[in-house]
């Protein structure tokens, strides 16, 4: 029986305020039958579904019956751009709401003067019903659609609240108190005006924090030179094909990922793994799309495109990050789910409490319009969402990719790094240095070697076959080659069954090491790693491999116990070279001789006592242990299993971003703590001042406005946090 296809549909949202929204059409997703997961995001005014056999169609009417308007984002540009026109229109609805509400308010801000001056009540009204109907209407609108659905929101609040403040001040006039008695026309009208302000701010931040895809979009070119039959001609990237080859001048944006088979030239890359300064590339080195060409002129063959090239793939990710929830807005939305309700109820009891307790039902009013105004589960909606757009973009920008909220709330309660040695805190090309025979000549022993390495893409295998290049020496045939995980090699060179691997290996092959144990023990103290070749159990030889720390390797791990993080080692190599590396790199937890399962195995061991643990690798055999601790860090320059199976990848091989991966995440996490903080306080202190009379609808209503707009402000703050390997190469220049 077929297993039903899973698939992924983003969607731009429009017409969301609140949080309150957000669990609206989450609910109304998770309603249609084959949907298995849906995240709104209130931010990126975004929805993520994951589904079985539902198409878009369906969704889109979900969304629709819910009171909202969606449309399925396209491939190539990020959901929050989904009302680019809007800032611009929402500010002149500002300024037309703050240009009829001034004459309302200016007999207030004159009695401050001494001055007394009051608009004629029918003045008052033909300014404020505009104002409350024309410029108000998206909040009776989205308030109407909530109501409809069972549900409360911002705008029926809003609207309820200037309603009742419009309403009084109607009946006033008509009841004939009007001429020149004070009316709340000014109250309702300031409202509305203060709420638009609010939002027109709110969006304006908002795009800020989107600045980071944005940028990264930007660099996609439009057309690239490709040469076909020989000429050369302009094309659009669209129509770029696998294989073929593109011409890059100086000074031109990289247009598709490939190997560049003519030309040398400096690229910078910095916009994608965030290095400043320009790399050398000639024949044979990858390229990546969207870097800038230095002063060379390049040929690339290219190896991906469309969606499949490095730069795709890193705003894909930024997205994810982006559109996903941190766990701790699971419990904001709960709140949100019944707050609406509750304050519903609040404002009823403020009405009734003031009417029975001085039958004064002007003032009843007024102060239950202040409780509805100030109570807006707006900055709760945008408090965690906001700190995670502004983190994650930052991050990126600096070659820190994130791949989902859970990641980066989880990072900031690291107590404990695991490093992979080879690759992750090495340079991961190690070099021959050292060879010792055993009863065979020394270039046969080589040669035999190479012979069962030719097929394969390890490190140690390309250091062999180099030196047997070197030495000229005619390529063997190997056969019945088998991988032995963690191990080594098997296989056939001229009839015979030859073994090469790690000591272990030998050791469970029962082969006597002695002979050359004294050169081993020898190599490894001086930091060397150690393969030996056996036939049978007969010792042919050992190879002594060199694979120098990378630089700054040893500062980034003093970086991290500056930040009161432990440092361990887990790695496949022998235990002289580990110990040799550790010491050399200031960690004193060293494990050797780890198969795959062994990492994982200690890792599970160090979480049970109680640390939080973030594994940093680059390999296939690291894949294991990145899922298993609880956030993995994989280093781009690795495989694309690590990749897969970690929740943080750095876009170059710098152990110095570890720390910088943890620093942004601590930093995100405190902006969201102190956001929600703030967005429950204004809350918890509004509320009871308005329901006491101590709090002018007006009023309310600014600080309403302010509170997401000071939560999305306070998030922006992150975009100004520096990668700490950025500090020291500044200090440098």
């Not at 994951?50 to 198409?55: K, T």
């Not at 495989?639 to 910088?660: C, E, F, K, N, Y």
């Not at 707009?709 to 306070?714: A, C, L, T, W, Y």
Request: hydrophobic share 50%; charged share 15%; net charge neutral.
């Amino acid at each position: 029986m077929p297993q039903p296809v899973h698939s992924t549909f983003s969607f731009g949202v429009e017409g969301m305020t609140c949080a309150s929204c957000v669990g609206r059409v989450e609910k109304a997703l998770l309603k249609v039958p084959g949907v298995l997961a849906a995240s709104v995001n209130l931010a990126t005014e975004s929805a993520r579904v994951q589904v079985s056999g539902v198409d878009a169609a369906t969704l889109i009417a979900a969304i629709d019956a819910a009171g909202y308007q969606a449309s399925v984002a396209s491939d190539d540009s990020t959901v929050t751009a989904t009302a680019a026109a809007a800032p611009a229109r929402d500010g002149l609805k500002v300024v037309l709401a703050a240009a009829l509400s001034l004459p309302l308010m200016l007999p207030m801000l004159l009695e401050w003067l001494g001055l007394d001056w009051t608009l004629h009540g029918s003045l008052q009204w033909a300014l404020a019903t505009p104002v409350q109907f024309v410029l108000g209407w998206r909040f009776y609108r989205a308030g109407w659609k909530a109501a409809r659905a069972g549900a409360g929101n911002m705008d029926l609040l809003v609207a309820l609240g200037t309603s009742a403040a419009y309403g009084l001040s109607v009946y006033l006039l008509l009841a004939g108190h009007g001429g020149m008695a004070h009316l709340y026309f000014e109250a309702s009208s300031v409202v509305i005006t203060l709420v638009l302000l609010g939002k027109w701010l709110e969006s304006r931040a908002k795009r800020q924090t989107a600045s980071a895809i944005r940028a990264l979009q930007v660099l996609r070119p439009v057309s690239a030179r490709v040469r076909r039959d020989g000429q050369e001609r302009d094309v659009p990237v669209a129509q770029v094909r696998l294989g073929d080859l593109v011409v890059i001048r100086p000074g031109e944006r990289v247009p598709v990922d490939g190997v560049v088979v003519e030309g040398a030239s400096d690229v910078n890359e910095s916009l994608i793994t965030g290095e400043s300064l320009p790399v050398l590339k000639h024949a044979g080195e990858q390229v990546t799309g969207g870097a800038i060409n230095g002063d060379g002129r390049l040929v690339v063959r290219t190896t991906a495109v469309g969606l499949e090239t490095t730069l795709s793939r890193i705003i894909r990710l930024v997205e994810d990050a982006q559109a996903a929830k941190a766990p701790i807005q699971h419990l904001v939305d709960k709140v949100s789910a019944i707050f609406v309700p509750v304050v519903l109820g609040l404002a009823l009891l403020t009405l009734l409490g003031w009417w029975l307790a001085n039958g004064d039902l002007e003032a009843a009013i007024i102060n239950a319009v202040a409780v509805l105004v100030i109570a807006c589960p707006c900055a709760l909606g945008l408090a965690t969402p906001t700190a995670i757009m502004a983190g994650t973009g930052v991050a990126a920008r600096y070659g820190i990719l994130i791949k989902d909220a859970e990641a980066l709330e989880v990072a900031h309660a690291v107590t404990t790094v695991v490093f992979d040695k080879t690759g992750t805190l090495t340079v991961g090309k190690p070099s021959l240095a050292a060879i010792h025979a055993h009863g065979i000549a020394e270039d046969r022993l080589l040669q035999l070697a190479a012979a069962i390495q030719s097929g394969s893409e390890h490190s140690l295998a390309k250091a062999v076959l180099e030196a047997a290049g070197a030495r000229r020496l005619a390529p063997l045939t190997a056969g019945g080659v088998s991988a032995l995980p963690g191990r080594g090699l098997a296989a056939q060179v001229d009839g015979v069954n030859l073994k090469l691997g790690s000591t272990r290996l030998m050791r469970e092959e029962s082969v006597d090491l002695a002979p050359l144990q004294e050169q081993a023990q020898a190599l490894e103290a001086g930091g060397n790693t150690i393969s030996w070749l056996s036939c049978g159990p007969q010792l042919l030889g050992l190879f002594a491999f060199s694979d120098p720390v990378k630089p700054g390797a040893r500062a980034a791990i003093a970086e991290l116990h500056a930040l009161g993080i432990a440092t361990v080692m887990l790695t496949g190599d022998n235990e002289g070279s580990a110990q040799a590396a550790g010491k050399l790199l200031g960690i004193a937890t060293v494990a050797a001789n780890m198969l795959p399962a062994d990492k994982t195995a200690k890792i599970m061991e160090l979480k049970a006592a109680g640390a939080r643990i973030a594994m940093v690798g680059d390999g296939i055999n690291d894949a294991p242990a990145l899922a298993a601790a609880d956030v993995g860090i994989a280093m781009s320059t690795g495989t694309d299993v690590a990749m897969q199976a970690a929740g943080i990848t750095l876009m170059r091989g710098d152990p110095a971003l570890v720390a910088d991966a943890i620093d942004i995440s601590r930093r995100s996490y405190s902006k969201i703590r102190q956001n929600l903080f703030w967005a429950f306080i204004y809350n918890l202190v509004g509320i009871p001042l308005a329901a006491f009379g101590l709090l002018n609808p007006m009023v309310a209503g600014a600080a309403m406005a302010f509170s997401s707009v000071s939560v999305i402000s306070n998030a922006l703050l992150l975009r100004r946090w520096k990668a700490r390997a950025a500090h020291a190469k500044d200090e440098e220049k």
